[in-house]
């Protein structure tokens, strides 16, 4: 059911809890939120830290059909939700880095960790978002100081982490249905509303090594182009790469 939101204080990894209840039979819609992750992770295998109490750690349960089960749309679309939020909420100017980031002020404010598996006959999808809301400096490890930000770093006061949920919970159903109507222009808006990764230059971390180009655009599929150093577009899919701005 959509809206529903499952709060635990501690927990490894709000995607592994929200699997868990899925696999038990909870909703489509239905949130795992926890104030604490002992194993909070991103992609490939890399961390997520959050001080305690002061992220927004949430994982949302779909049961997508097969078509978008693995569409990188799911990724790109809480990100979307994520930036809207915030833009919403607290009137700061977040924006979005292709495919998982949200930014503010060029740092990272939020990651999102899309798992899809099958389950019985169907799919599930498990988007984990989490947001920095009132860390402080020094409640990031030491090599995040200059890359990670927080809502009140960036606006000098504390907010409401239940506030920033239910904001979220209400975009999300919406922009989850443009996916289920296969309705990528209407995506692709919403994502270039808040994009700052178009137009720049940019590192792409391939697994046969790296290469530097100027993001070009973003296709049907949430793929980026990408013109490499020749001028030749090429298509960069969310789950083989890393993307680094070039200064
Ligand atoms: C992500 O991965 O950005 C996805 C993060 C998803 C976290 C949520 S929290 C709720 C749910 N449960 C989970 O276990 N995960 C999800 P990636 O693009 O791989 O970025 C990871 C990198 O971001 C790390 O290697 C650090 O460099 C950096 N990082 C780690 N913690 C951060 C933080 N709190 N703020 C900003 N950057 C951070």
């Known amino acids: 059911m959509w809206g529903k939101v499952v709060r635990y204080a501690e927990v490894t990894s709000t995607n592994d809890l929200a699997r868990d209840h899925a696999r038990r039979g909870a ?19 890399r961390r997520w830290e959050a001080a305690a109490g002061q992220g927004l750690l949430a994982s949302l349960i779909l049961r997508p059909p097969a078509a978008a089960a693995h569409s990188a749309w799911l990724t790109l679309l809480a990100g979307v939700a994520v930036a809207e939020t915030v833009r919403e909420v607290t009137d700061l100017p977040a924006g979005l880095k292709w495919p998982n980031d949200v930014l503010l002020a060029d740092r990272k404010l939020a990651g999102i960790l899309t798992e899809s598996s099958r389950l019985g006959d169907g799919h599930l999808a498990i988007v984990g978002i989490g947001l920095n809301v009132n860390q402080t400096s020094d409640d990031f490890p030491p090599e995040l100081t200059t890359a990670a930000t927080s809502l009140r770093l960036g606006s000098g006061r504390e907010w409401d ?87």
């Open 27 to 45: 909703t489509e819609g239905t949130v795992v939120l926890a104030d604490w992750q002992a194993a909070g992770r991103g992609r490939l295998g």
């Open 161 to 247: 982490r239940r506030e920033l949920l239910d904001d979220l919970t209400r975009r999300l159903p919406s922009l989850y249905r443009l996916l289920l109507d296969h309705d990528s222009e209407a995506l692709r808006q919403r994502w270039l509303a808040l994009d700052q990764t178009i137009g720049r230059s940019v590192t792409v971390e391939a697994a046969d090594g790296p290469w530097q180009g100027r993001a070009a655009a973003i296709d049907d599929h949430g793929a980026l182009w990408v013109e490499d150093a020749a001028g030749e577009p090429r298509r960069v899919l969310a789950g083989d790469v890393a993307l680094r701005f070039d200064r």
